[in-house]
């Protein structure tokens, strides 16, 4: 029987993986799909319900988007009476 060898960075998660909701009211969400999508314990997220289904949005703090659009105008606008 051939050896095979853990592959050193995470795959995509392979089809559909289902998950239960237990008696506390949980979901675990698979090891490989935390991995995959770097989710560490105490994420935080937004749930959204759409036509039966949920959608969980990892929520990311502010300051971590701090240089993300580099160069991006960041002047506003403001109406004269909303001056500071």
Do not use: C, W
């Not at 995470?10 to 989710?39: A, F, M, W």
């Not at 971590?64 to 909303?82: K, Y």
């Amino acid at each position: 029987m051939k050896k095979t060898r853990l592959k050193s960075r995470i795959r995509q998660p392979d089809g559909i993986t289902s998950v239960k909701l237990s008696s506390k009211n949980q979901v675990v969400i698979p090891k490989r799909v935390r991995e995959y999508l770097h989710i560490a314990s105490g994420t935080e997220f937004m749930i959204i319900p759409y036509k039966g289904m949920m959608e969980f949005i990892p929520m990311e703090d502010v300051k971590d988007l701090e240089g993300a659009f580099p160069g991006i105008d960041t002047t506003i606008i403001r109406e004269p009476d909303r001056e500071l």
